[in-house]
T-cell receptor, first 111, second 118 residues
Framework: KQEVTQIPAALSVPEGENLVLNCSFTDSAIYNLQWFRQDPGKGLTSLLLIQSSQREQTSGRLNASLDKSSGRSTLYIAASQPGDSATYLC??????????FGKGTKLTVNP | NAGVTQTPKFRILKIGQSMTLQCAQDMNHNYMYWYRQDPGMGLKLIYYSVGAGITDKGEVPNGYNVSRSTTEDFPLRLELAAPSQTSVYFCASSFPQGRGRVFSTEAFFGQGTRLTVV
């Protein structure tokens, strides 16, 4: 059974800092890995999708890496801003196209 | 450019009542999912569908039913509401493609339905 773990559960940083969010998964036989952002009381917004054959994806100040063999992914956020404050969720797609989610990292960027 | 639309956004039910959560997508995605999100517990899969007429159970299906008569719609039915079903419910869709479905597109989520059972 695929299990996804996100560390840390919560993170508070000053504005402008670069930061890394971690995601690990137990079964390396995945189709893809997706990072989402969730604002309080809102739905999930897709940030980055990494296919199993890819090593990383970039979008603006966000960079996500994937090391399938070790079961790890990181989300790097450069020059963090208060507007980046949200919960970040990692989800792995494997077997029957089902997404398995981690519990998320709640990020607070302080002005 | 609607994407995935869920209705209602909020609902309060009494124990034992029933209701249907609606989900519709306009992206011609063949895969659709229902998740529930509880505080500190992440998202758990309730049911999913790989196409019209095909549904299957996820991790936490008890107390729920689904149907998929069209590609666009995937309603979730609660027959006898219980306090344990108080949660936020999310519908999602995706469109797997490529040889052997190895390459799949990203999943898109609705804005959620916040359900309280009292």
């Amino acid at each position: 059974k695929q299990e996804v773990t996100q560390i840390p559960a919560a993170l508070s940083v000053p504005e402008g800092e670069n930061l890394v969010l971690n995601c690990s998964f137990t079964d390396s036989a995945i189709y893809n890995l997706q990072w989402f952002r969730q604002d309080p009381g809102k739905g999930l917004t897709s940030l980055l999708l990494i296919q199993s054959s890819q090593r990383e994806q970039t979008s603006g100040r966000l960079n996500a890496s994937l090391d399938k063999s070790s079961g790890r992914s990181t989300l790097y956020i450069a020059a963090s801003q208060p507007g980046d404050s949200a919960t970040y969720l990692c989800a792995v797609c494997s077997g029957s196209e089902k997404l398995v989610f981690g519990k998320g990292t709640k990020l607070t960027v302080n002005p | 450019n609607a994407g995935v639309t869920q209705t209602p956004k909020f609902r309060i039910l009494k124990i034992g009542q029933s209701m249907t959560l609606q989900c519709a997508q306009d992206m011609n995605h063949n895969y659709m999912y229902w998740y529930r999100q509880d505080p500190g517990m992440g998202l758990k899969l309730i049911y999913y569908s790989v196409g019209a007429g095909i549904t299957d159970k996820g991790e936490v299906p008890n107390g729920y039913n689904v149907s998929r008569s069209t590609t666009e719609d995937f309603p979730l039915r609660l027959e006898l509401a219980a306090p344990s079903q108080t949660s936020v419910y999310f519908c999602a869709s995706s469109f797997p493609q490529g040889r052997g479905r190895v390459f799949s597109t990203e999943a898109f989520f609705g804005q959620g339905t916040r359900l309280t059972v009292v």
